[in-house]
């Protein structure tokens, strides 16, 4: 149980395009979803946390223009990446806390996103 | 701003070597939670720890939680090649939903 999956696994696009990541609880709810940045040999860096039927919140110096974040369902989050430059890329995580499951705040996480912008 | 300590940052050991990992902090969590992470892919959850002096045994891994709540430990016995990973501590506190990562330790275990 607790699995969630991210699409695509990794992704190139040119410099000026809009990438969606998507982010799906498989086996359970999730009305929370978080979204993650991660350098490479670095710990995850928070970008936003995902609400289902409600605005995402945003981390201080994340751009919500350029980080789009819907939760429309209990079972998927989406991240788009508006008008990606060189600079975004990197590699995203999501997580899923189990709705139904024990208030330890455990967060499920996706396999994350490659993405490489030119 | 609740902050996570986590050292060494760096560990490269010899298999069958034991080792410690710690995490800690001022502030006090009402749960913590030990991942591991393998290169390009996501954490995956390898504990978790609720009570003060909470100690935890996964195989060769023991987890401890400080009897304050405001620490823990990652002990592994005899190191593998196969437990080559990042481990991340993260922790929440009484009112949070949000995780509070620890810097991570990138440990190496040569055969």
């Known amino acids: 149980g607790a699995v969630v999956s991210q699409h695509p696994s990794w992704v190139i696009c040119k410099s000026g395009t809009s990438v969606k990541i998507e982010c799906r609880s498989l086996d359970f709810q999730a009305t929370t979803m978080f979204w993650y940045r991660q350098f490479p040999k670095q710990s995850l860096m928070l970008m936003a946390t995902s609400n289902e039927g409600s605005k995402a919140t945003y981390e201080q110096g994340v751009e919500k223009d350029k980080f789009l974040i819907n939760h429309a369902s209990l079972t998927l989050s989406t991240l788009t990446v508006t008008s990606a430059h060189p600079e975004d890329s990197s590699f995203y995580i999501c997580?899923?806390?189990?709705?139904?499951?024990?208030?330890?705040?455990?967060?499920?996480f996706g396999p994350g996103t490659r993405l490489t912008v030119l | 701003t609740q902050l996570l300590e986590q050292s060494p940052q760096f560990l490269s050991i010899q298999e069958g070597e034991n080792l410690t990992v710690y995490c800690n902090s001022s502030s006090v969590f009402s749960s913590l939670q030990w991942y591991r992470q393998e290169p390009g892919e996501g954490p995956v959850l390898l504990v978790t720890v609720v009570t003060g002096g909470e100690v935890k045994k996964l195989k060769r891994l023991t987890f401890q939680f400080g009897d304050a709540r405001k620490d823990s430990s990652l002990h592994i016995t005899a190191a593998q090649p196969g437990d080559t990973g990042l481990y991340l501590c993260?922790?929440?506190?009484?009112?949070?939903?949000?995780?509070?990562f620890g810097a991570g330790t990138i440990l190496r275990v040569k055969s």
């Open positions: 993260a922790a929440s506190g009484e009112y949070g939903n949000k995780l509070v």
């Open positions: 997580s899923a806390r189990d709705s139904g499951g024990a208030s330890y705040n455990e967060q499920f």
